[in-house]
Nanobody, 121 residues
Framework: QVQLVESGGGSVRVGGSLRLSCVVS????????MGWFRQGPGKEREGVAF???????NYAYSAAGRFTISRDNANNALYLQMNSLKPEDTAMYYC????????????????WGQGTQVTVS
């Protein structure tokens, strides 16, 4: 059974940084397309950053230039470095994985973590 566990969220000042981690068990991430997604208060879930099995990346416009997604296949982990955080980045952040390439289309992903809260004020 595949499990994803996020960590690294917290409360941070505007302009600050956080690094989110997602550790995966039950399956090697080397064959997974993976992404970070978020859901703010009263908002629909949205894609933030995506990384494919060849380490090519794609970012939502709101994240480009501030966030960096990376993966460590040896440790079966996914990361999201977030810099220059803004209040509108406040959300629950989720990592997700799938055997197929869905990019930032969150509804298509099969495997999800429980989320980690990020609050920027």
């Amino acid at each position: 059974q595949v499990q994803l566990v996020e960590s690294g969220g917290g409360s941070v000042r505007v302009g600050g940084s956080l690094r989110l981690s997602c550790v995966v068990s039950g399956h090697s991430i080397s064959r997974y397309y993976m992404g970070w997604f978020r859901q703010g208060p009263g908002k629909e879930r949205e894609g933030v950053a995506f990384i494919d099995i060849g380490d090519a990346t794609n970012y939502a416009y709101s994240a480009a230039g501030r966030f960096t997604i990376s993966r460590d296949n040896a440790n079966n982990a996914l990361y999201l470095q977030m810099n220059s955080l803004k209040p509108e980045d406040t959300a629950m952040y989720y990592c997700a994985a799938d055997e197929y390439n869905h990019g930032l289309a969150w509804r298509q992903y099969q495997h999800w973590g429980q989320g980690t809260q990020v609050t920027v004020s």
